[in-house]
């Protein structure tokens, strides 16, 4: 399974890859446009979207850019530290299977794969 991750801060970018490639095939990137330029060259299976990036970008306008360019053949799971379940219900509307809060545990993502 190939993963991309992206959040826009390095040591999270760090750990989680540590974490997860322990177990799958990972890249991870900190920022929408490096994440944008990899998609284009690049199969994934699943993406793990920080949801606030840098420059004020949100993590769901992210995924609908995913989505334009390699179509809804990718599970997309939101991290973040904290949203009211109102907005968790939106973020599911707009594409994610799930809401992994951090910090990102293997743990927390084999559960959420097993779920979403």
């Known amino acids: 399974m190939k993963i991309l991750l992206i959040d826009d801060e390095e040591l999270d970018v760090f750990i989680a890859q540590r974490l997860l490639s322990l177990e799958y095939d990972i890249t991870g990137v900190t920022s929408d446009e490096q994440a944008i330029r990899w998609a284009k060259e690049n199969h994934f299976d699943v993406v793990l979207i920080d949801y606030?990036?840098?420059?004020?970008k949100l993590g769901n306008q992210l995924l609908r850019e995913l989505i334009a360019i390699r179509g809804p053949v990718f599970?997309?799971?939101l991290l973040t530290n904290y949203i009211d379940s109102r907005?968790?219900?939106?973020?599911k509307?707009?594409?994610f299977?799930?809401?992994?809060?951090k910090p990102l545990t293997l743990e927390k993502?084999?559960?959420c794969m097993e779920l979403g």
């Open 52 to 56: 606030y990036l840098n420059k004020g």
């Open 75 to 77: 599970k997309a799971f």
């Open 87 to 91: 907005e968790r219900d939106t973020l």
């Open 93 to 95: 509307k707009d594409g």
């Open 97 to 101: 299977q799930g809401i992994i809060d």
């Open 109 to 111: 993502f084999r559960t």
